[in-house]
């Protein structure tokens, strides 16, 4: 058993070794931010995971400014908490992979990312088809187009 002195003496080098930790997982939700800002999808996209203390939810969204990856619990309806700004906790764990699961819950936030992409371009198919056989009944009208695709 460790003497009260003994363990104040470990605490400063333990403690910087868990800072260094923490601000090198900010690191890297940084750098993920700023490479899904960089793609520009445009839409948002949301995963929900469980940690032993509960259900949260991933979102990347817009917020005030800018886009930026947000966390909440599940069962609170306002998940405009950026990451970064989260507890040490929350950000270290959505880069723990889920029994059962095969990838970080960050990491399937970027899939989720790429698949509502997919998502959104299927549901605006419609509203494609329709300005376009607008556009057509217009230039049939004598409306020629000056510079559509």
């Not at 939700?29 to 996209?45: C, D, Q, S």
């Not at 947000?70 to 906790?89: F, K, N």
């Not at 997919?118 to 376009?132: F, H, I, T, V």
Request: charged share 30%; proline share 6%; glycine share 6%.
């Amino acid at each position: 058993m460790q003497t009260v002195e003994q363990a104040l003496a470990l605490i400063p080098g333990r403690r910087d070794i868990l800072n260094r930790i923490d601000d090198r997982l900010s690191h890297v939700i940084r750098y993920v931010e700023r490479v899904l800002n960089e793609l520009k999808p445009g839409f948002p996209a949301e995963i929900s995971y469980e940690v032993p203390d509960g259900k949260y939810v991933l979102r990347f969204g817009k917020h005030k400014n800018g886009w930026c990856i947000m966390h909440g619990a599940e069962d609170v309806e306002d998940h405009d908490v950026p990451l970064i700004s989260a507890s040490r906790q929350a950000r270290s764990e959505v880069f723990l992979i889920p029994e059962g699961e095969h990838q970080t819950p960050v990491e399937r936030l970027i899939v989720a990312v790429a698949e509502s992409l997919d998502e959104y371009a299927k549901e605006r198919s419609p509203q494609l088809e329709n300005a376009m056989r607008l556009a057509a009944m217009l230039e049939a009208s004598g409306f020629p187009d000056s510079g559509g695709q």
